[in-house]
């Protein structure tokens, strides 16, 4: 597998585009693949939330009793206002999805929520297999995604956008878990209602394969 590019942290466009504030996150309603699962969460454990925007399934979940690592691009700051009680609970890193230092088998569960649309291919591999690693043995993974773009892909924001079919993400998960469940995600948002061309999916795979070599990166 093709090596994958690091990513300048400096300055990066959703930064940009945020200090800009040419966009905004107001909503902390949890995803509702979030709320469909969180039954199968006990108190302690532990998840990561991949580009946790500004922290609504991270919150949401230490409420719940279980801990959190999150990570994101740009930092929001949410964590800032939280109560004690769950800021102990949510430990979170402003950094992007190639240098996250990635625990191995160390989570119950890992939420990637409107994040891969984001990704190119090989950004997508290195994720799937860092969160294959990272989870435990009967571990699971929660997946929303728009099939093309996102909430946030307007012209202002320079950000780069890509198209996945579901068969292909389908396809790509099952060579990973040995369960996976597809259902059609939510078309409308508080924020946006996305045209008819774009559909939405939720996604729950579980008992990921174990991996002997992951592929090394750079």
């Known amino acids: 597998m093709a ?4 990513i300048d942290m400096k300055k990066h466009k959703w930064e940009k585009a945020w200090e800009d504030k040419k966009f ?3 909503t902390l309603v949890p995803s ?4 469909k699962y969180q039954n199968k969460l006990l108190t302690d454990d ?11 399934n991270s919150i949401y979940l230490a409420k719940r009793g279980v801990n959190v690592d999150c990570f994101d691009v740009i930092d929001l700051q ?58 435990k043995p009967r571990g699971f993974l ?3 995604y728009n099939t093309k773009g996102g909430i946030f892909n307007r012209e202002e924001i320079d950000v780069p956008t890509y198209s996945y079919t579901i068969e292909y ?9 040995r369960n996976v469940k597809v259902s059609e995600g939510s078309k409308k948002s508080r924020h946006v209602n996305y045209t008819d061309d774009i559909l939405t999916f939720d996604i729950f795979a579980s008992d990921p394969h174990i991996s002997f070599e992951s592929p090394k990166w750079c």
């Open 32 to 35: 509702v693949l979030v709320s």
């Open 78 to 135: 949410w964590e800032e206002n939280l109560p004690d009680d769950l800021r102990k609970r949510i430990h979170f890193r402003k950094t992007n999805l190639l240098e996250y230092p990635y625990k191995t088998s160390q989570y119950q569960a890992v939420i990637v929520a409107r994040v891969i649309q984001y990704l190119n291919l090989q950004e997508l591999d290195f994720l799937i297999d860092k969160i294959r690693s990272a989870l």
């Open 3 to 6: 090596r994958v590019a690091r």
């Open 169 to 177: 993400i389908e396809t790509l998960l099952k060579k990973v878990f």
């Open 142 to 144: 929660l997946l929303s």
């Open 46 to 56: 532990y998840i990561l939330d991949v580009g946790c925007g500004n922290g609504r």
């Open 24 to 26: 905004s996150i107001e």
